[in-house]
């Protein structure tokens, strides 16, 4: 996605390429106390990721596949933090049955999904129904977005985001 062409289908109030990332505070797991900060992540790169909900297929394997290439993140200076609207309670179950070394954050007010724009109008058998497009911002250490993954496709995608971490340092 070309940095200067803001996506028609994105919200108009959603974040793009080269936008400042939309700060957040919110209740977590994995992180350094019981909230993470985005402000408090940066001089890092942050791989935030929003997928669906906890222990569901698609979701576990996008999780797993991020805590296989976890260690490979770390040494490229990056930090993982997995937003869902789950509870803490629900994350706690599926980070210990995954074994995930990463940040599991809760949004379950929603307002960080919306401040992202990934909190959109889906439909599946005819039915109509609000939910979290599996998505990824990459931000840089200075709190810009660097890249970014909509309607994420699971196989390979971690290994994309290592690709354009790396091509942008």
């Known amino acids: 996605m070309p940095a200067a062409v803001k996506p028609e289908a994105q919200d ?3 974040p793009f390429v080269g936008d400042k990332a939309p700060d957040f505070t919110l209740p977590a797991l994995g992180a350094a106390t019981d909230t993470v900060r ?4 940066l001089d890092h790169w942050v791989v935030l990721y929003f997928y669906p909900k906890d222990n569901t297929s698609g979701c576990t394997v996008e999780a ?3 805590r296989d290439s976890f260690a490979t993140l770390k040494r490229a200076g990056a930090l993982v933090v997995g937003v869902s609207r789950d509870s803490l309670k629900s ?3 599926f980070q210990t049955k995954h074994d995930l070394p990463f940040i599991l954050a809760a949004d379950e007010d ?3 999904c919306q401040a992202y724009g990934v909190w959109v109008g889906k439909s599946m058998y005819g039915r109509s129904y609000m939910g979290i497009e599996r998505s990824t911002f ?3 250490p ?3 977005i660097h890249h970014l993954w909509r309607k994420v496709k699971i196989p390979g995608h971690v290994q994309d985001v290592l690709e354009v ?3 942008g340092k």
Do not use: E, V
Not at 38 to 41: A, I
């Open 64 to 66: 797993c596949d991020f």
């Open 38 to 41: 985005l402000r408090d992540l």
């Open 165 to 167: 971490m790396n091509k």
């Open 138 to 140: 990459l931000i840089d």
């Open 91 to 93: 994350h706690q179950s």
């Open 110 to 112: 929603g307002a960080t």
């Open 142 to 144: 200075k709190g810009r």
């Open 12 to 14: 108009a109030a959603a």
